[in-house]
């Protein structure tokens, strides 16, 4: 305990140095104006701001301290056109929308934002203090997860799906496989073989992630405005001054608590990331709540769960990167890529050779995270009131956001015209009564299982066994089993009650 208590004093008198408190607010204003974007995100305000702080000659620790700060503030900048807009900033925001855009869409705007502000610095404070104290021995945990073992989390992230959303499991069903088929699409990395490109050029390196969340979310929210433009049922959006209270906090407490600890604990995992995070912390809190709860309806619990997991898996996603070398997501690693520019080698003895470099950007998040709440609070009731704009206004709106975000990032006309049909495709689910959110995730998922399944069958030969040899994938098995037997028991056995009585 006094080594981290003396790492974490040489890591704040590096952080509260007037010219890194500079970049860590800058940062933090950055990453939270780069979130608010669709598309965009955190691991490409990084890379793109990663050139300038190098090229502007900083000292490795500030490059680091800034970096970090647009990589939170980006996590936490994606709420907001996640619940203003219904279009996810990034990945991590996707389960966002489900039930901050309802609160939106019923006059609070202003209660969802402070909300989500309040469970992101939760999350992420949450993250650090874990990271601080047990960083290490959690990094070795997260390595030690063999490609079988992930795997078995992604048939647990799979079981989780048939709660996340809606009343209707098929339907939950049918997206996550329609989510699958688009993951599917491109040159397979192992054999070369040409999956479903119908001969089409630009689909020989698959779908980018950018490309089906944009065109789900964004151009089917813009369709959906102007079919109800069309028909003139268009109306302006109610916006009240409400704000978060403490009955809200006092009421999700346990929900912070235990999303907090699952996104931690999933973003110490290489390669998992927000996405997944926020998926099982959702799907967790809403078989917790159980008929009480009216998740996708504007439940609160259910803006808080993937708020605080998304935030905390940001800052788990660090711990691999700082004690093994090992990035634990697409933003930690161009982290790494920057440290390794500065001639660093991350890992074990990163915090005994540069501390001022591994303890000053813990200590930086520390002042980060707080350094987001008091810039984002006072900026709750600007934010809600873009929902005054009349809504033919935010239709444009949407769509320059849409083809802006889309062509810096991938710079290809083409992904233009995918959106367009992407679009297309959501609104008629949408007019299905099709939740896209599960869409999404199974096109994120079904990447990271394919990669696992593929992994493991390699180092076993062939062996399908080696995917139930370890006590990770039995319990994760079991605890998938047991997501979906216990419901359909419990609702047995109330139907057999009711029938009794």
């Not at 898996?313 to 161009?334: D, E, F, N, R």
Request: hydrophobic share 55%; aromatic share 8%.
């Amino acid at each position: 305990m006094n080594e981290v208590l003396n790492g974490l004093a040489t890591g704040f008198g590096v952080a509260l140095m007037p010219f890194n408190l500079m970049l860590v607010a800058f940062g933090c204003i950055a990453g939270t104006l780069i979130g608010a974007l669709p598309g965009i995100g955190p691991i490409n305000g990084v890379a793109i701001l990663l050139p300038i702080a190098y090229g502007l000659g900083f000292p490795p620790e500030s490059a680091l301290i800034l970096l970090a700060g647009i990589y939170y503030g980006a996590e936490y900048g994606g709420r907001i056109s996640s619940i203003l807009l219904n279009v996810p900033g990034d990945a991590g925001a996707v389960m966002t929308t489900l039930d901050g855009n309802p609160m939106a869409r019923r006059g609070e705007a202003g209660r969802a934002l402070s909300i989500s502000a309040v469970a992101s610095f939760i999350g992420g404070t949450f993250a650090v203090v874990l990271m601080t104290l047990f960083g290490p021995l959690l990094a070795k945990f997260g390595v030690a997860f063999s490609p079988s073992d992930y795997v078995a989390l992604m048939v647990f992230a799979f079981a989780s799906l048939a709660s996340l959303v809606g009343n209707n499991p098929v339907k939950t069903l049918v997206g996550a496989t329609i989510g699958l088929m688009l993951a599917t699409i491109g040159v397979d990395a192992n054999t070369g073989v040409n999956r479903y490109t119908f001969g089409v050029a630009d689909l020989l390196a698959g779908i980018d992630f950018l490309i089906v969340v944009i065109g789900l979310f964004g151009m089917a929210e813009l369709i959906h405005l102007v079919e109800q433009q069309a028909t003139g049922r268009l109306k302006n959006l109610p916006v009240d001054s409400s704000f978060v209270r403490m009955a809200d906090i006092i009421s999700s407490r346990w929900t912070l608590l235990r999303c907090s600890l699952i996104g931690f604990v999933i973003g110490v995992l290489p390669g998992t990331g927000a996405s997944v995070a926020s998926a099982v912390a959702y799907g967790t809190e809403k078989r917790i709540a159980g008929p009480s709860g009216r998740f996708g309806e504007g439940d609160v619990r259910g803006l808080v769960a993937p708020e605080a997991a998304n935030n905390a898996a940001a800052g788990g996603a660090m711990v691999p990167m700082l004690t093994l070398g090992i990035p634990g997501s697409g933003t930690t690693a161009i982290l790494l890529g920057a440290l390794l520019m500065f001639n660093i080698q991350p890992g074990p003895l990163l915090f005994t050779q540069h501390p001022e470099i591994a303890w000053g950007l813990i200590a930086s998040m520390y002042i980060g995270n707080i350094a987001l709440l008091v810039i984002n609070l006072p900026l709750v009731g600007l934010f809600a009131r873009m929902l005054t704009l009349p809504q033919h206004y935010l239709t444009p709106l949407i769509a320059i956001l849409a083809f802006i975000g889309i062509y810096s990032i991938v710079g290809n006309p083409f992904d233009l015209f995918m959106i367009i049909g992407l679009g297309l495709f959501g609104w008629f689910l949408r007019k299905m009564d099709y939740s896209l959110a599960p869409v999404i995730l199974g096109f994120v998922l079904g990447t990271l299982f394919e990669n696992n399944l593929r992994r493991a069958l390699s180092i076993s030969g062939g062996d399908w066994t080696i995917l139930v040899q370890s006590w990770q994938s039995l319990l994760l098995y079991g605890l998938a089993a047991a997501v979906v037997l216990v419901p359909l028991a419990l609702s047995r056995r109330r139907r057999m009650t009711e029938f009794d009585a």
